[in-house]
C-alpha cells in the first residue's frame, strides 16, 4: 500500500473533475463508453457478486472501476485498458467497471466492502474476495485525477497492488461508531449527488442550468472533506473526536 505520507501529497494535488459476464468478455476499446456497464441496481449486485465469485475460484482480487462516461478522468482511465502493458497487467485481478450515470446511488453494491459511497469518478478499489476488504483506500484517491495519469503508470500501480494483495492477510474490522458516521454521510453525499445528477443530465440534454457550477464546487468541497477524514479515521480505525461538522448545502 502507498506510504501514508506519500497520500498526503497526493491527496492534497487530487480533484474531482479534473459484471454479469467476464473481464476476459470485456474488450478495451477507444470508445470508452463501452468500458463502463450499466446495469439496474439488482443487476449491480448481481454482476458484483459473480465477479466476487470469479476472484474467489481463480484466487485474484476485485478491480472494481465507478465511473461515469460524461466525466474526463472517467474516460482517461478506460482509454488506459487499450494499452497492452495494463491489460498484462489487469490480468492478476478480476476486473469490473460499472457506469454510476449522473450519480446514481451505488451503496447497496458498496456497503458489503466497508465503502458505502464513492467520493468521485472514477473510484478504483482493489478489493480481497475473501474478506471483502478494500486494499488500496489510502491511495486510489490519485486515480481520481486520471487524466493527470498514465498506461504506464497505472501498469505500475495495478502490478504494485497485486503483490499488496498477495501479502495481505486477515480483515480490517471497523468501529461501530466508525461505521455508522461514514453510512450517515454516505447518505448525505448521495442526496447531493441526486440533485446533482438531474442537473448534469439537464446539461447534457442542452439545457440552461446556471446553478451547476456553484452546487458542484460546494459538493465538492463537502466530499473532498469527508474522504480526507474517513481515510484518516480508517488508517487509525477510530473517530477522532469531537466528530466532523460539514457545511450545510441547500437545494431549491
Not at 468521485?120 to 480481497?128: F, N
Not at 487509525?236 to 460539514?246: D, Q, R
Amino acid at each position: 500500500m502507498i506510504p501514508w505520507r506519500w497520500f498526503n501529497q497526493l491527496f492534497v494535488a487530487s480533484v474531482f473533475f479534473t459484471a454479469l459476464m467476464p473481464w476476459s468478455t470485456v474488450a478495451a476499446t477507444s470508445d470508452t463508453a463501452d468500458f463502463y456497464t450499466s446495469y439496474s441496481n439488482e443487476q449491480d449486485k448481481t454482476a458484483v457478486n459473480n465477479s466476487l465469485r470469479r476472484a474467489m475460484e481463480s484466487n485474484k482480487p476485485l478491480l472494481l472501476i465507478l465511473g461515469a462516461n460524461w466525466c474526463h478522468d472517467s474516460r482517461a482511465l478506460a482509454s488506459y485498458f487499450d494499452d497492452t502493458h495494463v491489460q498484462q497487467a489487469s490480468q492478476a485481478f478480476e476486473v469490473l467497471p460499472l457506469n454510476v450515470g449522473y450519480l446514481e446511488d451505488k451503496s447497496s453494491v458498496l456497503t458489503q466492502f466497508g465503502y458505502p459511497a464513492y467520493f468521485a469518478t472514477p473510484t478504483v478499489l482493489v478489493i480481497d474476495p475473501a474478506s471483502k476488504t478494500v486494499l488500496n483506500r489510502d491511495s486510489l484517491v490519485i486515480w481520481q485525477s486520471a487524466h493527470n495519469e498514465s498506461a504506464t503508470a497505472l501498469t505500475d500501480y495495478l502490478s504494485g497492488m497485486a503483490s499488496t494483495w498477495k501479502a495481505y492477510s486477515g480483515s480490517n474490522e471497523t468501529t461501530g461508531q466508525l461505521r455508522d458516521f461514514e453510512l450517515k454521510q454516505a447518505t448525505t453525499l448521495y442526496s447531493h449527488y441526486q440533485n446533482l445528477g438531474e442537473l448534469l443530465r439537464q446539461k447534457d440534454e442542452g439545457q440552461n442550468t446556471p446553478t451547476l457550477n456553484p452546487k458542484w464546487n460546494e459538493v465538492k468541497a463537502f466530499r473532498v472533506q469527508l474522504q480526507q477524514d474517513l481515510i484518516r479515521f480508517h488508517h487509525n480505525n477510530e473517530i477522532v473526536m469531537p466528530l466532523p461538522e460539514y457545511p450545510a448545502i441547500l437545494w431549491e
